[in-house]
Nanobody
Framework: QVQLVESGGGSVQAGGSLSLSCAAS????????VGWFRQAPGKEREFVAA??????YYADSVKGRFTISRDNAKNTVYLQMNGLKPEDTAVYLC??????????????????WGQGTQVTVSS
């Protein structure tokens, strides 16, 4: 059973940076596709970024500001967030699926989810 644990959330002012981590246990690695999603109060869960093998994908709203990366030796995926905006405020969740995910930017592609970490950006 794969378990995902996010960390690194917090509160920052607009323009600041945060780095999130998603630590996986239970057999993940480079063969897994890992995604980051976020959910703000009263809103649908939305795609942020994904990494499939070494290929990365980003939502238009974060492209150029966020960077997803992975350290396979540590079974950890990172989300570096720069130039944060108040509209980035949300609970950020990581998700994983084994193998090649055909459509990495939809939540239904993923089998395993973490509990999430809160990111709050003040203006």
């Amino acid at each position: 059973q794969v378990q995902l644990v996010e960390s690194g959330g917090g509160s920052v002012q607009a323009g600041g940076s945060l780095s999130l981590s998603c630590a996986a246990s239970g057999g993940t690695g480079s063969s897994y596709t890992v995604g980051w999603f976020r959910q703000a109060p009263g809103k649908e869960r939305e795609f942020v970024a994904a990494i499939r093998s070494s290929t990365t994908y980003y939502a238009d709203s974060v492209k150029g500001r966020f960077t997803i990366s992975r350290d396979n030796a540590k079974n950890t995926v990172y989300l570096q967030m720069n130039g944060l905006k108040p509209e980035d405020t949300a609970v950020y969740l990581c998700a994983a699926a084994p193998g090649y995910v055909l459509i990495p930017n939809v939540r239904y592609s993923y089998h395993y989810w973490g509990q999430g970490t809160q990111v709050t950006v003040s203006s």
